[in-house]
Each structure stands twice: as C-alpha cells, then as structure tokens.
C-alpha cells in the first residue's frame, strides 16, 4: 500500500504522520532536551527543588508557545500538505510543554536527593519513549534513533550537571 505506513498491527496514513504524529514529537523531542539544562543547572546551583520547578516550568511554558508558534508559522500547509497550521502548532506546543514538564515535576518533592533521582529516572523513559515513537512511526532503526536520542539528550543534560556546579 503506498499511501500508508504499517505499523505492528496498525495502517497509518502518511497525513496522520506529517500532521500530527510529527509536529507532536517534534515538541517532546525539544521540551524534553532543551529543558534539561536550565532545570539541572538550577538544581545544582541553587539546592532548592522548588526554585528548580519554577525554571522548570517558565522553560516548559516558554518553549511550548514558542515551539507551537515556529511551527504554526513555519508554512499554511496548503503546498506541503501539512495540514492545519493551528493545529499543528497546538500539537507543537502541547508536546513541548509536557515533554518540558515531566522531568519537571520531580522537583515538587522537597528533598533535592529524591527529586533529581527520580528527575533522572524520568528523563531515560522520556528519552526512550521518544526514541519508540520514531522507531514506530518514522520508521527509524531502533537502536539508531535510541542512541540518536540518548547522546543529544545526554549532552544537554551534562551541560546542565556542568553549569549547576560552577
């Protein structure tokens, strides 16, 4: 079938791809990497996870609008076949928010110790989920796109570690 893509058990339309499966990762992808390095670096600067949490969630917030309006304003869909600007931008930011807020939460317990383990913890599963949903949907390797995903999260990740200890 060429107008579809075949999933496990699935047949995807290419349209549900490009105009939602992709605006909706490209939104976890950068929520939950390019909030990794304000949020650890505060961490450790400060001591203090609720002051962690509020970076946390001024950069999760912050992305999201401007990750949703990138990608709303980016083209009108109409020669691409995109679809709907708005609601790929709605998509967008939606997925860049929450990618940005998952590891964010941990710091609402107030133990700094507990809050970075789990904080950790939930950037491997946020890493690795975004890592199956372009092996399912984008049809990517999935050992490649794991360790795509894994080394570009972790080098934004020690770089928050590095500039919270300086």
């Given at each position: 079938m060429a107008n579809h893509l075949s999933?496990?058990?699935h047949t995807v339309q290419p349209s549900f791809v490009i105009q939602k499966v992709q605006p909706a990762l490209l939104g976890l992808m950068d929520g939950s990497?390019?909030?990794l390095a304000p949020i650890f670096a505060t961490?450790?600067?400060t001591g203090n996870?609720?002051?962690a949490f509020y970076v946390g969630l001024a950069s999760s917030m912050g992305a999201g609008v401007s990750m949703g309006l990138a990608e709303a304003l980016s083209d009108d869909g109409k020669v691409t076949g995109r679809g709907s600007p708005i609601m790929r931008g709605g998509i967008t930011a939606?997925?860049?928010?929450l990618g940005g807020m998952l590891h964010t939460l941990p710091f609402l317990i107030p133990d700094m110790h507990q809050a970075l383990h789990l904080a950790y913890t939930v950037v491997i599963f946020e890493l690795l989920a975004i890592a199956?949903?372009?092996y399912r949907f984008m049809k990517s390797p999935l050992w490649r796109t794991i360790l795509q995903v894994i080394v570009g999260g972790g080098i934004v990740f020690a770089l928050g570690i590095f500039l919270g200890q300086s």
């Open positions: 999933t496990n058990q990497v390019s909030t961490a450790g600067l996870p609720m002051k939606f997925g860049t928010a199956l949903i372009r």
